[in-house]
C-alpha cells in the first residue's frame, strides 16, 4: 500500500533513555516534515525536510535530531527523553500539494 | 505570521442534521487548504484540499468553500451520521518560504444516534 508508515506506534520509556522513531514514505514526496501533538491535541511543526535537506527546524531542544538519509525517509532521535516529551509524534509528507499523515507514534515517558 | 482559528471548538448533533464548521485566518496570502479529520486515538485523515484559485470542492456528504478575500473556510457535512463523529481540523498552507501549513485547534463532533 503507498502510504506513510512510522514505527513504532507505541513507545514507553523512562527518563533519561535515547529513543528513535522511523518514518518511511513510498508516495514519491520530496518533502517530509515531524508535527508533535500535546495533550491539547494541538499540531506543531518540528522539522520539515526537501530532498534530504533541512529547510525548517522549529524552536524544539536539541535533544530531538532528524535524520534523513534518502527522500523516502525522515527519522527522529530523542536524547535524554524527558516526561514533557510524551506526545504523539506524527511524520508526514508532501509532493507540491496536500500533506499524507501516517498514523502516529504515541509517546510515553515515565 | 499565519493564525488559524476554528469555531466551534466542539459540537453534538443528532443523526440527520447538516453541519458547517468554519475555519479562519489571518493572512489571505495562501498557497492550499486542507481539511483532515481525527479519530481518538489515530492519525490524519485527508478530507479536501482546495488550491488558493479555486472556491470550493467536494466529495461526497462534504462541501468545503474558500474565500481568500474574508480569509474564511467552512466544511459543510450533510445529512450526519454517527460515523462522521472525530475531530475535523483545517491546514492553511501560505505562500512564502517554506510552505508549511498552520493548523487550527480542530473541532470535535460527536454525531449521536
Known amino acids: 500500500d503507498t502510504a506513510v508508515s512510522q514505527t513504532p506506534k507505541y513507545l514507553v520509556t523512562q527518563m533519561g533513555n535515547d529513543k528513535s522513531i522511523k518514518c518511511e514514505q513510498n508516495l514519491g514526496h520530496d518533502t517530509m516534515y515531524w508535527y508533535k501533538q500535546d495533550s491539547k491535541k494541538f499540531l506543531k511543526i518540528m522539522f520539515s525536510y526537501n530532498n534530504k535537506e533541512l529547510i525548517i527546524n522549529e524552536t524544539v531542544p536539541n535533544r530531538f535530531s532528524p535524520k534523513s538519509p534518502d527522500k523516502a525517509h525522515l527519522n527522529l532521535h530523542i536524547n535524554s527523553l524527558e516526561l514533557g516529551d510524551s506526545a504523539v509524534y506524527f511524520c508526514a509528507s508532501s509532493l507540491s500539494s496536500g500533506y499524507t499523515f501516517g498514523s502516529g507514534t504515541r509517546l510515553t515517558v515515565v | 505570521k499565519q493564525e488559524v482559528t476554528q469555531i466551534p471548538a466542539a459540537l453534538s448533533v443528532p443523526e440527520g442534521e447538516n453541519l458547517v464548521l468554519n475555519c479562519s485566518f489571518t493572512?489571505?496570502?495562501?498557497?492550499?487548504l486542507q481539511w483532515f479529520r481525527q479519530d481518538p486515538g489515530k492519525g490524519l485523515t485527508s478530507l479536501l484540499l482546495i488550491q488558493s484559485s479555486q472556491r470550493e470542492q467536494t466529495s461526497g456528504r462534504l462541501n468545503a468553500s474558500l474565500d481568500k478575500s474574508s480569509g474564511r473556510s467552512t466544511l459543510y457535512i450533510a445529512a450526519s451520521q454517527p460515523g462522521d463523529s472525530a475531530t475535523y481540523l483545517c491546514?492553511?498552507?501560505?505562500?512564502?518560504?517554506?510552505?508549511?501549513?498552520?493548523f487550527g485547534r480542530g473541532t470535535s463532533l460527536i454525531v449521536h444516534p
Open positions: 493572512d489571505s496570502a495562501i498557497y492550499n
Open positions: 491546514a492553511v498552507r501560505g505562500t512564502g518560504g517554506s510552505y508549511i501549513p498552520t
